[in-house]
């Protein structure tokens, strides 16, 4: 205990203390859990070892300490407790914060406070003085609030800290907008940077799109991508950007932009942005993709319309939810209808259903999609329409009949190697072919997914990319079935960079979102989308002026697709068919240049169908594909006697590489 004529030294007086830092090894002041330890043995003398809870371990800080030290060099003798009328330091080495100190005792002694200075106040200003009755109000709302905070049960911090812990969550509800303006770089921001949502801005409203001073990106990290120039250059003006799509059993086939509205649903959009989008496809000469949400009358603006059919049949289903072909023939048949594609997954949740809970559907939703009002509208992770690889070939086969012919083809996150080689080795045993195969990649985005499922399934673009290329391929039948790629696409280089990959055409979702105008709000499954794209509120669409936006989106469109036709003659070929994986290198981890067709080389023609020594070249990274072919041949019987799935699958090696990665 103190003696009586020793007095508290005061905090002021006292030395600051040392800055805390990580690498010190202390053993004085607090334990570890920030508990007090006396630092005195047992015969009053300073430098005794701490002997608090948690003395078994070391303290990152001696902030706390250094103060009792100061104390006991002053000759006082106290347990580790400093005086009452003293201040401690925290671990950090500075001062409680202010939230620390607010507890609802002091919650009710600020608001009596308050309270007392109106009552004075009235009384010297008088009632009709305009002061006191605006701090009476804001006193009022002060005890409105905090005893709501104190009475509700659902936030503690509110029910701890009334009144203050509203700072809390407003700082939490800004936070997206704060780091988007003032902290993220221009090449940091996800998923999309600063620099990728400028450009389209830019190209959307016919602004210069130029870079001045030079390139803000570090040349020479790891990953960073280029394109491999030629000195024998072509000019824009001469390089191609259309796409025939149409195997030979095709009778209508569609010459496709290499640029494309890629699978958004009504629904999940407004409608004022399903107008904009398609009336920018009418006066660009490029396609807009439905998403499984079904045909809407804002499609017909007069744009190209590829019908997107998901497990749930949306537009062409019977009363129980399973396929109507009837249904399906009178809207496929429209000459606005150009091509058909069968949703197996997406990126974003690839393998996942959804249900439409029944309080959310509106009877314009009910009509379009062909569902009965007050139900649940449950879209099922897989079709019932097929069961088999064999099945889904020959309803392929029967869609391009019900269609008068249009390209039929399907698109999918790819997933298991040796389930994605049983589709092709149907191609090969049926003899019918997709026209298209849309890959999507895991990046992709959508109005609301899964946590789990945005985050942790589904292959990425290129790697899922090159998994089809290459296995049609090999298969023999890469010039019968085009590819189409979707996947944060939003400049020239996007589309060349895909193309040189494998893909024939590429979709973009986002990109066209935001020509519209999405700041990447990031609130798209809120209904509170603050730009009128992704939301159902009347309010907010009145926002999106229809005219306006579809004119942009069509000035994104076509410069974009300029920009990846002046890159393309550049590389020195005249037609994206001819752009290889060879034109793109990247800086490895090692530091020096590769190609990308190291990391991903391609599969000799016909390599795994014939018996000749073709297989004898699928070496190094190459050999994985011998092993997916053999196993999907495997895979496809188990699929079509029904036994797939129901026994443990080998198939770890399927996905291994060379040891030694670029």
């Not at 491999?228 to 059993?249: C, F, M, Q, W």
């Not at 730009?531 to 002026?545: R, Y």
């Not at 994985?624 to 797939?644: I, K």
Request: charged content about 20%; glycine content about 10%; hydrophobic content about 35%.
């Amino acid at each position: 205990p103190l003696t009586p004529a020793a007095q508290p030294l005061p905090i002021h007086r006292l030395p600051a203390p040392p800055k805390p830092y990580s690498a010190r090894k202390t053993t004085t002041g607090r334990s570890p859990a920030g508990k007090p330890c006396e630092l005195a043995d047992a015969d009053g003398d300073a430098g005794g070892t701490p002997h608090g809870p948690d003395a078994d371990e070391e303290d990152d800080s001696a902030a706390a300490g250094f103060v009792q030290a100061r104390y006991l060099a002053a000759g006082y003798k106290t347990p580790g407790n400093l005086p009452e009328n003293s201040h401690t330091f925290t671990e950090g080495g500075h001062f409680p914060e202010f939230l620390e100190k607010w507890t609802r005792a002091r919650f009710y002694r600020v608001g009596g406070v308050a309270t007392a200075a109106t009552g004075a106040l009235f009384v010297f200003c008088g009632p009709l003085s305009l002061k006191p009755w605006l701090l009476s109000a804001l006193v009022g709302s002060y005890w409105a609030v905090g005893l709501n905070d104190i009475k509700q049960t659902r936030q503690t911090l509110r029910r701890n800290f009334p009144v203050l812990a509203h700072a809390r969550y407003l700082a939490e509800q800004i936070r997206p907008e704060i780091r988007q303006y003032f902290v993220e770089s221009d090449l940091s921001g996800v998923p999309f940077p600063r620099t990728d949502r400028s450009l389209v801005y830019q190209r959307a409203k016919g602004m210069e799109d130029s870079m001045s001073f030079g390139t803000r990106r570090d040349v020479y990290e790891k990953d960073y991508e280029f394109a491999n120039h030629s000195l024998h250059p072509y000019s824009a003006e001469e390089v191609k950007d259309r796409v025939l799509i149409g195997g030979p059993t095709c009778k209508q086939p569609y010459n496709a932009s290499i640029l494309n509205i890629s699978a958004m649903s009504y629904g999940s959009l407004s409608k004022n942005a399903v107008i904009a989008l398609n009336t920018a496809a009418a006066s660009g000469g490029f396609y807009h993709n439905t998403g499984e949400g079904g045909v809407t009358p804002y499609h017909q603006q007069g744009g190209d319309v590829v019908w997107n059919i998901g497990t749930g049949y949306f537009s062409c289903r019977t009363a129980d939810g399973a396929f109507d072909p009837d249904r399906f023939a009178a809207i496929a048949l429209k000459e606005w209808i150009r091509m058909i594609e069968i949703k197996l997954s997406q990126g974003a949740k690839p393998s996942h259903g959804g249900i439409l809970p029944a309080d959310k559907l509106t009877k314009e939703i009910a009509d379009i999609r062909g569902v009965p009002m007050g139900q649940d509208v449950n879209s099922p992770p897989r079709h019932s329409a097929f069961t088999n690889p064999i099945e889904m070939m020959e309803f392929i086969e029967r869609l391009r009949d019900l269609s008068g012919g249009k390209p039929v083809g399907f698109k999918l996150c790819v997933g298991r190697r040796n389930e994605l080689a049983a589709l092709v080795h149907a191609m090969v045993r049926t003899g019918i072919t997709p026209d298209f195969i849309t890959v999507d990649g895991g990046e992709g985005g959508t109005g609301a997914a899964p946590f789990e499922f945005s985050n942790s399934l589904g292959s990425p673009l290129k790697d899922g990319l090159t998994a089809v290329h290459n296995l049609l391929v090999g298969a023999g039948l890469r010039d019968r079935v085009r590819i189409i790629a979707s996947g944060k696409v939003t400049s020239g280089f996007d589309i060349v960079h895909n193309m040189a990959l494998g893909a024939d055409v590429c979709n973009s979702a986002r990109g066209m979102m935001f020509a519209l105008g999405c700041i990447q709000a990031l609130k798209c499954n809120t209904n509170k989308c603050p730009t009128g794209i992704a939301t159902q509120d009347p309010e907010l669409m009145k926002g999106l002026h229809v005219p306006t936006k579809a004119s942009r989106v069509e000035s994104f469109h076509r410069r974009t697709v300029h920009a990846a036709k002046e890159i393309i003659g550049a590389v020195g070929v005249s037609t994206p068919s001819l752009l290889r994986a060879h034109h793109i290198l990247y800086r490895g981890g090692d530091g020096r240049l590769h190609t990308m067709a190291e990391k991903y080389p391609e599969v000799p023609l016909k390599a795994l169908v014939d018996d000749i020594p073709d297989r004898e070249q699928l070496v190094g990274r190459l050999e994985r594909y011998g092993a997916w072919w053999e196993n999907g041949s495997q895979t496809l019987d188990a699929m079509v006697d029904g036994s797939y799935g129901k026994a443990p699958a080998e198939d770890a090696f399927y996905y291994s590489s060379e040891s030694n990665e670029p």
